[in-house]
């Protein structure tokens, strides 16, 4: 019960982020894929390399456990269904954990989009045997790895460079890359604010 407890303190802790710098709001996400407002974009890396950084260099000084590590498996429907995400987050404004904030914040065409979301969910699930047969569900690139060797974990890794310090190295380098990016590449229009 506790573990359900501190899911759900966490998810809305987070939720309440995610609002509050305006990945929430379908216009932000708009301006930030359309390079004219990188202030979304800066913080989605900030976090990034810092959670990166902080897991990578945990595991480095012994603070983390690398058995809890999680790699997902690398198939071409994973890439299908990343191009298929990026174009339902650009046309819809939303990806799944934002439409689900959006909706928790009173917006009512997030309705629609979790309800769009479900829906293909479903259709998926009804098909996923003719995916299965397509070999669109075969792995790929070895299947379960990371891009370099972590020491002490189950996962092999695609180069011999080792793969916490390329995860600590690649955080910073996210982190100065937030703060190198200015605040638009297209355009010189003001920056808006976000709705309190």
Known sequence: MTSILLAIVIGAA?????????ASNPNWIGRMLNLTNLH???T???AIGV???LMFGGQMLGLVDVGHMSVKAAYMGVFLGGLLLGAGW??????PGTGVVAAASGRKDALFFIAG??????????????WKASG???????????????PGSKFDGLTALPGDVLGLVLGIAF???AFALPDNLVGNRAVAQPAE
Do not use: E, H, N, Q
């Open 44 to 46: 989605i890396l900030l």
């Open 14 to 22: 987070f939720g309440a982020v995610l609002d509050r710098i305006g």
């Open 40 to 42: 979304l974009m800066k």
């Open 117 to 130: 979301g479900l829906l293909g969910a479903a259709a998926y699930m009804v098909t996923y045997p003719a």
């Open 51 to 53: 959670g990166s950084a």
């Open 90 to 95: 650009a046309v819809a404004g939303y990806c």
């Open 175 to 177: 982190v100065v890359l």
């Open 136 to 150: 669109l569900l075969d792995d790929v690139a070895g299947g379960k790895v990371t891009l370099g060797t972590v």
